[in-house]
Nanobody, 121 residues
Framework: QVQLVESGGGLVQPGGSLRLSCAAS????????MGWYRQAPGKQRELVAA???????NYADSVKGRFTISRANAKNTMYLQMNSLKPEDTAVYYC???????????????WGQGTLVTVSS
């Protein structure tokens, strides 16, 4: 019904940059909030950044000033520009969307399959 697909992960050296993308498709009426989460080995999934359809943003303290979230609402697409990457940023990054489908009454959360980001020299 609704699919979210991430891309852009990979291996990068400390101090480097990566740009993640998330494309949502399906019977989408509107996506209220889109967010990036990450889960490192042995840790709980945590919010990295989120953005409302109106452009309000929220960042985890650990990524403020280094990561930038953006959206192309007309394309149901979201991005995460990650700069000055650190080894502790290594994790699987997940795309999440609060989606109201066509004909639906309530928005539900949908998740992508995740993309691995490894920061290592």
């Amino acid at each position: 019904q609704v699919q979210l697909v991430e891309s852009g992960g990979g291996l990068v050296q400390p101090g480097g940059s990566l740009r993640l993308s998330c494309a949502a498709s399906g019977s989408i009426f509107v996506i209220n909030v889109m967010g990036w989460y990450r889960q490192a080995p042995g840790k709980q999934r945590e919010l990295v950044a989120a953005m409302t359809s109106g452009g309000n943003t929220n960042y985890a303290d650990s990524v403020k000033g280094r990561f930038t979230i953006s959206r192309a609402n007309a394309k149901n697409t979201m991005y995460l520009q990650m700069n000055s990457l650190k080894p502790e940023d290594t994790a699987v990054y997940y795309c999440q969307g609060q989606v109201l489908v066509v004909g639906g009454l309530y928005a539900n959360d949908y998740w992508g399959q995740g993309t691995l980001v490894t920061v290592s020299s």
